[in-house]
């Protein structure tokens, strides 16, 4: 098992690209998640997904859109990228039946600097 | 090597016992340590800072230890209310630019038996 895979792990942008962080995990688990970190700033949810075909906003969605095609995938996209997007990008998934203390698994990050 | 090496558990602990977790790191050149605490549902919650020379809020004792690049958090009188997931993190700042983030270890699962 892999757990949570997140690709790419760094990535310089130019004001206004666009770009797909990918987080995929093998673990079937149902509900996947996406928070953003910035320095000295706590985890901040931007977009989750209870399954497949499923999305809702988080805390922090504007500038972001996100897909879950399948159980595995959960794609997070910047259209135009801005500097205020600079951070450090998590994903997370845990299983439907969710106890406390069992069962979540954090991506590697995703480090993203928009110039 | 990973960045942040966990073990994953499950730690089955009965009410009131004290359970300890360990943690090592890969990057000597860290340069802060975090214990996060995360429940079902919810986003990961900072706990505790680290430091070497070792801190306490109540029952909660963390100790840093740089020249083995180890971290460990002790629960004393353990409650049914801190089943969790307890996140071991370190901050290295890269040089040359980028965001200054945390890598989160995978996480160690505590769960606290009546």
């Known amino acids: 098992n892999a757990g949570v895979t997140q690709t790419p792990k760094f990535r310089i942008l130019k004001i206004g690209q666009s770009m797909t962080l990918q987080c995929t995990q093998d673990m079937n688990h149902n509900y996947m998640y996406w928070y953003r970190q910035d320095p000295g700033m706590g985890l901040k949810l931007i977009y989750y997904s209870v399954g497949a075909g499923i999305t809702d906003k988080g805390e922090v969605p504007n500038g972001y859109n996100v897909s879950r095609s399948t159980t595995e995938d959960f794609p997070l996209r910047l259209e135009l990228a801005a500097p205020s997007q600079t951070s450090v990008y998590f994903c997370?998934?845990?299983?439907?039946?969710?106890?406390?203390?069992?069962?979540?698994?954090f991506g590697s990050g995703t480090r993203l600097t928009v110039v | 090597r990973k960045e942040v090496e966990q073990d994953p558990g499950p730690f089955n602990v009965p009410e009131g016992a004290t359970v300890a977790f360990n943690c090592t790191y890969s990057?000597?050149?860290?340069?802060?340590f975090f214990w996060y605490r995360q429940d079902c549902r919810k986003e990961p919650k900072l706990l505790m800072s680290v430091y070497s020379s070792g801190n306490e809020d109540g029952r909660f004792t963390a100790q840093l230890n740089r020249a083995s690049q180890y971290i460990s958090l002790l629960i004393r009188d353990s409650k049914l209310s801190d089943s969790a997931t307890y996140l071991c993190?370190?901050?290295?700042?890269?040089?040359?630019?980028?965001?200054?983030?945390?890598?989160f270890g995978k996480g160690t699962h505590l769960i606290i038996q009546p």
């Open positions: 990057n000597s050149a860290s340069q802060s």
């Open positions: 997370d998934c845990r299983p439907l039946y969710c106890v406390s203390g069992y069962g979540y698994t």
């Open positions: 993190v370190v901050n290295s700042a890269i040089s040359g630019g980028g965001a200054d983030g945390l890598t």
